[in-house]
């Protein structure tokens, strides 16, 4: 059974950086890409930013040079790294990827960007 685990979550100030991760296990992570979403209160779920197995990364125009994507493949294990955040950066963060045709999802952690 497919397993993500976000974490890392919180309130932080505008401006202020974040770093959340994703556990994954039960497959074989190295060869899989993987995605992070987010989904603000009464919007859609939106694609954020993804890493490939090659580790090559493609960002959502909305967080481009702000959020880094990386993955450590030694741990199993991949990351958003969230800088210069914004008020409209609040949402659930969601961990993802897709295997075989199936979409998997973590639980999500939430980040709150608030004065």
């Known amino acids: 059974q497919v397993q993500l685990v976000e974490s890392g979550g919180g309130l932080v100030q505008p401006g202020g950086s974040l770093r959340l991760s994703c556990a994954a296990s039960?497959?074989?992570?190295?060869?899989?890409?993987m995605a992070w979403y987010r989904q603000a209160p009464g919007k859609q779920r939106e694609f954020v930013a993804l890493?490939?197995?090659?580790?090559?990364?493609n960002y959502a125009d909305s967080v481009k040079g702000r959020f880094t994507i990386s993955r450590d493949n030694a741990k199993n294990t991949v990351y958003l790294q969230m800088n210069s955040l914004k008020p409209v950066d609040t949402a659930v963060y969601y961990c993802?990827?897709?295997?075989?045709?199936?979409?998997?999802w973590g639980q999500g952690t939430q980040v709150t960007v608030s004065s």
């Open positions: 993802n990827t897709v295997i075989f045709g199936s979409t998997y």
């Open positions: 890493i490939t197995s090659g580790g090559i990364s």
């Open positions: 039960e497959f074989r992570f190295s060869m899989y890409a």
